[in-house]
């Protein structure tokens, strides 16, 4: 049974930092890829970040450029997203999500309905 754990989350003031976790147990993810989604009240699920298990390319919503860095730890199964310079905008419920990235080279990497397992999300709020 695959699982994803997420943990990290909290409230930071604006401009400040914070490092998401994303433990991965369940199944080997070598033909995979991770992603990260964020989901603000009332909001679809965005786009966030995605790293490809193996070779560790990565991919980020052009909102989030500059300031966040999404990593993998291969021997933990464990993806990271780094997130600096924190805006109120970027308050939202943070998830991890596992889907097979054969595919990724057309862009579907940002799509929610790519990802086969989610995790339960972890809150990230952003205070002015």
């Known amino acids: 049974q695959v699982q994803l754990v997420e943990s990290g989350g909290g409230l930071v003031q604006a401009g400040g930092s914070l490092r998401l976790s994303c433990a991965a147990s369940?199944?080997?993810?070598?033909?995979?890829?991770m992603g990260w989604f964020h989901q603000a009240p009332g909001k679809d699920r965005e786009f966030v970040a995605a790293?490809?298990?193996?070779?560790?390319?990565?991919f980020y919503a052009d909102s989030v450029k500059g300031r966040f860095t999404i990593s993998r730890d291969t021997a933990k199964n464990t993806v990271y997203l780094q997130m600096n310079s924190l805006k109120p905008d970027d308050t939202a419920v943070y998830f991890c999500?596992?889907?097979?990235?054969?595919?990724?080279?057309?862009?579907?990497?940002?799509?929610?309905?790519?990802?086969?397992?989610w995790g339960q999300g972890t809150q990230v709020t952003v205070s002015s």
């Open positions: 999500a596992a889907g097979a990235s054969g595919t990724w080279f057309t862009g579907s990497y940002s799509k929610p309905h790519e990802y086969d397992y």
């Open positions: 790293i490809t298990w193996n070779l560790g390319v990565t």
């Open positions: 369940g199944r080997t993810f070598s033909n995979y890829g």
